[in-house]
């Protein structure tokens, strides 16, 4: 089949899915032409513990995306996430050598950043800056050429387990896939959900996925807080398994069809079937009680997380309020429960921006496959200058990915 453009492939990498979409990119125009997505087996918290089976799961989802694309997928753009990955922030300083600013200074006072003590088992992936400060002039995004005695950094860090990362990116490599490039999720579906205004004036993001629910915190288009909880959809639907006395697999299928978060959107003595761990018959169960168990767990969560919103002291500037996106940001009044918790206006996050299979994609679920296909879309000028190289290992990859999603934020 002729082609018009460019496939570039997102791939996303969960607890519970794997989804792989294919962009078709013409004069920087996306259309999705092929989406797959199956189930995540071998994958706990964002981290592998059975290599065989998360293969396979990559390897179903390609496959699907490629039959509906109609061409073969050899590379990919992909994400990172898990809980084994921390970020905070830091200030370097230094003293200006030629007064005037050069980018041998900003990378000396990135360095500066790094100068932080970190458990033994983490290493830093980035600095992230957030405003560079020469003299007593803030808030400046870009110093160089800037005449002055002292430049300051502040950044946000990226710790993580190497070990995690490199595991993930080779069982995509053992699915017979190269891995172009790598950013974290969270960065990824920004891309496809947020728009430049609500990164500038302040907005609050979630990914509430199957394994993790992760936030990121931007402000002056720049990310001013992270954190990754080791909880999420999975939970709820273990809650349900052991509430109701259920098989985990029922639970499944009970949360998607009948789960609901507020009691006020039930009918008054709705019942539901519900099937009863070993073999016994099953029972009627009223509805209620189902939502009750979702609802404790989903309000433990959102109260973690407007706990972290206060801990950053950031929940004043989020003019854009809170966007949520992710696997299980799809459960009825989950919305209406946020906005009561966070105390702030809350939306569904879904990818924009794109045309093509507008009706599959429009589902939170897709949100970082199709962000990993912007993003990438805007770091493919400084790969034609030399800036990349796709034979790099797998660690530079992941730099490389940092790399550009800064340059191109900056």
């Known amino acids: 089949m002729e082609r018009k453009g460019e496939l570039i492939v997102g791939l996303d ?107 033994s088992d983490k290493e830093i992936i980035r600095v992230l800056p957030q405003e560079f400060i020469v003299d007593d002039r803030g808030d400046i995004r870009d110093p160089i050429g800037i005449v002055g005695e002292r430049l300051e950094v502040k950044g946000h860090v990226i710790t993580a387990c190497l070990n995690s990362i490199e595991t993930v990116l080779k069982c995509i490599e053992k699915a017979g896939l190269d891995v172009v490039n790598v950013i974290l999720q969270p960065m990824a579906a920004s891309e496809a959900i947020l728009t430049e205004d609500e990164k500038t004036l302040g907005v609050g993001l979630v990914d509430f996925g199957g394994g993790t629910t992760d936030l990121a915190i931007f402000f002056n288009n720049s990310i001013r807080h992270t954190a990754i909880l080791g909880v999420g959809g999975v939970n709820i639907t273990k809650d349900i398994a052991l509430g109701l006395r259920t098989p985990i697999s029922e639970a499944e299928k009970i949360k998607i069809h009948h789960g609901t978060v507020t009691i006020d959107l039930l009918e008054e003595d709705e019942q539901i ?11 009627l169960v009223p509805k209620s009680v189902l939502t009750q168990i979702i609802q404790a767990r989903v309000e433990q969560i959102l109260v973690r997380l407007e706990q972290e919103l206060r801990n950053a002291e950031l929940k004043e500037v989020l003019v854009g309020g809170m966007v949520i996106t992710g696997g299980s940001s799809i459960l009825p009044g989950l919305l209406e429960e946020a906005e009561q918790i966070f105390g702030l206006p809350t939306r569904l996050g879904y990818p924009q921006g794109v045309g093509g299979l507008v009706d599959i994609i429009r589902n939170p679920i897709y949100a970082t496959a199709v962000g990993l296909i912007k993003h990438s ?20 990859r992941f730099i490389t990915g940092f790399e550009d999603w800064f340059k191109k934020a900056f």
């Open 273 to 283: 079937k519900v099937p009863i761990i070993g073999n016994h018959k099953p029972q």
């Open 13 to 119: 990498i969960g607890t519970t899915k794997v989804c792989a979409v294919v962009g078709e990119v013409a004069e920087a125009n996306i259309d999705v032409i092929g989406v797959g997505c199956h189930p995540a087996h071998g994958m706990e918290r964002g981290v592998v513990i059975n290599v065989e089976d998360i293969v396979s799961s990559i390897k179903r989802a390609v496959e699907e995306a490629e039959l509906m694309a109609k061409c073969e997928i050899r590379s990919v753009h992909t994400g990172i996430s898990g809980i084994h990955i921390q970020g905070f922030n830091s200030q370097g300083a230094i003293a200006l050598k030629h007064r005037e600013v050069r980018k041998k200074d900003v990378e000396r006072v990135i360095e500066e950043a790094k100068k932080i003590s970190i458990p």
């Open 377 to 396: 879309i805007k770091g493919q000028k400084k790969q034609q200058q030399g800036l990349f190289e796709r034979k790099k290992g797998v660690w530079n």
